[in-house]
């Protein structure tokens, strides 16, 4: 599988030539790139580049353990993929809880997390959730604001980070 190239499978104006679909443990590899590289470029709101923070975050981001996520009953594994690179890594489980949405840092800010983000929702409606719920780190709090998510809760920290924001969003709507 490729590394992602600017441009690759998008369109100038955003996410077109995106292909959403559910991983396979062969997708492993690329995916843990993904995850390994987001996390390190993007999240340094969140770990301030502190080895201690980012090695403790980065600790299950393994090819075996994408791997049996990839395979995990009650958990859905997706892949933003434009062309055969993998652009975007997600996963929500059967209750709804959006676990992972993490952007290669040459696919930012093209739509790909927004695409992401609205098929791990399909996916808990498909599951029959009407809620869902995850942390934001600090990185993406706006970016969930403006998918509709409220914070609900007491921010926490993760892996020795200050800040993670427990927000919720219905994602049916309540009769
Ligand atoms: C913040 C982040 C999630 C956005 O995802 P993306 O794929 O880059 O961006 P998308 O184009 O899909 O999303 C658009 C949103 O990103 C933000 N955004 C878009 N362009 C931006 C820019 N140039 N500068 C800052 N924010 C921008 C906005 O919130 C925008 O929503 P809006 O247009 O309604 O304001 C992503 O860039 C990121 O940093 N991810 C790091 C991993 C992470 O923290 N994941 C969350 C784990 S809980």
Redesign the pocket.
Known sequence: MGGFRPGDGLSAT??ANVAIRDAAPDDAVAACRVLRE??SC??VA?HRNDPAILNAWLANKTPEIVAAWAAQKGNSLLLAVGGDAVL?VGSVTDAGE?T????APA???????????RALEARAVERGNKRCT????E??H??????GYVDDGVPTGKFGTSSGYPMSKQVVASR
Do not use: H
């Open positions: 955003g996410a987001s996390i993007l999240c969140d975007a959006i992972l949405n993490y952007v696919a930012r800010f093209r739509g790909v997390s927004r695409a992401l983000l995850l942390t934001s780190t990185t993406a706006r970016f969930y604001q403006s998918a």
